[in-house]
């Protein structure tokens, strides 16, 4: 086998160490730039997965509209109805309309404005019941009116008693089986001491 000589061998080594440093150098170069590619791939799925909709926060907005229900409903007062409620809802809301009231008069399909006031009339034969021959309010009774016996009409005419207290004060006849004394007449929402002090001398039990 023959000798190689000492020169041949030291040029042959520093070729393979000058070989293996270049590849290494390579490899080196190569490696951090997939690295860095596949590591900002999800950073940027990410941002844009948590992104909200554009339309998210405006779509669950929930705007209410405030009306105030009156005339002849069995619960006239100020309620909350959704943005774009009618006035059928409304009438709903206030308990719909009395037996004297005649919710077909007014417009149940229309919209309700936010602020507005929702008007239940009476029946036209209750209109004209409660008004004298000249269009006139019918007079007062002579007499005291009695809370256990007396009918809407007759209440309606009780100084400061509207449709809606009359409606009320039966009701809550209806439900505590009459008045023990005047001073119960002070229980019907709507009527405060003032009231009661003013329809004491008008009522009987």
Known sequence: MPTIPRPALIVCAAAA?????????????????????????????????????????????????????????????????KNGARVRDAVRRAGGASSRGDANAINLAAKVADGAQVIVPLKAGEAIAAA????????????????????????????GVGPATAEKIIQWRTEHGGFTSVDDLGEVPGIGPKKLEALRSQVTP
Not at 17 to 37: D, N, T
Not at 48 to 56: T, V
Not at 136 to 142: H, L, T, V
């Open 132 to 159: 004298g021959p000249s269009g006139s309010s019918a007079a007062a009774p002579s007499g005291p009116i009695s809370l256990g016996n007396a009918t809407a009409e007759q209440l309606d005419t009780l100084d």
């Open 17 to 81: 160490v000058i070989a293996l440093a270049f590849g290494g150098k390579s490899l080196a170069k190569q490696r951090p730039q997939s690295s860095s590619a596949s590591a900002a791939a999800p950073y940027q799925q990410a941002t844009s997965a948590a992104a909200p909709p554009a339309s998210g926060l405006v779509e669950r907005g929930d705007q209410r509209t405030v009306v105030h229900v009156a005339g002849a409903v069995r619960r006239p007062g100020v309620y909350t109805l």
